[in-house]
């Protein structure tokens, strides 16, 4: 049981370091972004540049916005979102569940809500990739693949029914394979290649996708100031250090007005070497009037100005019809999530499985212990 009283203490000795005024940092960021914004040759001597932090590229101006059309749209908008239950040694199996949660919602001339949810079991490792331990990294790897793939499905379907209609799969989070990284590298091999097949086949039926990242802390534009900061000499600057505390979010708030996007920006992660020239990750920030968001997509929509366009128009409306966040994206979620209830129903399945097959689930101590603690 959490003490209240010890816990407001204890938040009082380290206030000073949760609320800090940064102010003077983030107008120093302001007055440097104008500043190489105004810089022609800015872009050309950042190529020259050997800087440990990640840059990005761009097209035409850096301070470049773009007011987002609200225009009555129709339009098919599809978020695909997942949850897990993750293998616990505690309850005497490897058995892990994903389940995912499919919105399709339907404006203009035909509205309709499509909500579904879909489980799945595996036991023990991953049923096709059985040389892969059946640990968190796994499941969270797959969750991503199952994802990708109904996602794909159902874009398909609706893209069937309804061809007319502009179509958006809208994801919560990133289209930029990060966390495969720091993994295993038997679980990065496996799943990368996996993403990025799907993502070939999003673009080869003609499928935009978008994903959408809310409350980011990404550092690309910052980098920029790092980089101008040590006057594009990195070796034995500490300049940079200037702007430790700020993120995209707090340059792109000074220059893109609400309801409007920034210029459109090419990601340089190492992981994203590993992609297709037309699957390479770009990204646009959006001021959606609660928030500044990021939002990603692949090369061969960040080329046609018209579907990005429609990407922001849609996401736009998605974000004002939930009141600052895509509407989709958190039916979604609640369609995918998997409540304390859900896990005990999933356990007590499994034992009453093994009773029928006349077989005993051993369950540690420490689970038997929180069924029914004894003083």
């Not at 293998?87 to 058995?95: I, K, L, N, V, Y």
């Not at 023990?124 to 797959?142: F, H, R, Y």
């Not at 309804?162 to 295993?184: A, R, T, V």
Request: contains cysteine; hydrophobic residues 40%; aromatic residues 10%.
């Amino acid at each position: 049981m959490l003490d209240r009283s010890k816990v407001m203490r204890e938040l009082s000795t380290v206030a000073d370091k949760l609320f800090v005024d940064f102010s003077a940092e983030y107008k120093l960021v302001r007055t440097l972004w104008e500043k190489i914004a105004k810089d022609s040759t800015f872009p050309h001597k950042l190529k020259s540049v050997d800087a440990p932090w990640l840059l990005p590229t761009w097209q035409g101006k850096l301070d470049e916005s773009s007011v987002i059309s609200q225009d009555p749209l129709s339009y098919c908008l599809l978020s695909v979102d997942g949850s897990q239950i993750y293998p616990d040694r505690h309850q005497g199996t490897a058995c892990f569940l994903v389940n995912i949660g499919v919105v399709e919602l339907h404006y203009g001339n035909s509205k309709r809500v499509g909500l579904d949810t879909i489980p799945y079991v595996f036991a023990g490792s991953d049923s096709e990739n059985e040389q892969l331990e059946a640990s968190a990294d796994l499941v969270n790897c797959k969750r991503q693949e199952l994802e990708f793939r109904i996602g794909l499905e159902r874009a398909i379907i609706v893209q069937q029914e309804n061809p007319e209609i502009p179509l958006l799969l809208l994801f919560d989070g990133s289209l930029i394979f990060w966390h495969l990284e720091s993994k295993d590298q038997a679980i990065r091999d496996t799943f990368l290649g996996l993403y990025l097949e799907l993502l070939q086949k999003y673009y080869e039926n003609n499928i935009m996708i978008a994903g959408y990242i809310s409350l980011p802390k990404n550092k690309e534009l910052v980098n920029l100031l790092r980089v101008a900061l040590c006057d594009f000499v990195i070796d034995g600057c500490v300049a940079y250090k200037e702007v430790d505390h700020a993120v995209d979010t707090h340059i792109v708030r000074s220059y893109v007005p609400e309801n409007s996007r920034s210029t459109i920006f090419e990601n340089h992660a190492k992981i994203s070497e590993f992609y297709l020239s037309h699957l390479k990750p770009h990204f646009f920030y959006i001021n959606v009037g609660h928030e500044i968001a990021r939002v990603e997509i692949p090369a061969w929509l960040a080329r046609d100005e018209h579907k990005v366009a429609l990407i922001a128009q849609m996401i736009l409306d998605q974000s004002i019809k939930g009141r600052g966040y895509p509407v989709a994206i958190a039916e979604a979620h609640e369609q995918a999530v998997v409540k304390g209830p859900d896990r005990d129903f999933f356990y007590h399945l499994i034992q009453k499985m093994g009773i029928e097959h006349k077989q005993r689930v051993a369950y540690s101590q420490k689970v038997l212990k929180k069924r029914g603690i004894g003083i």
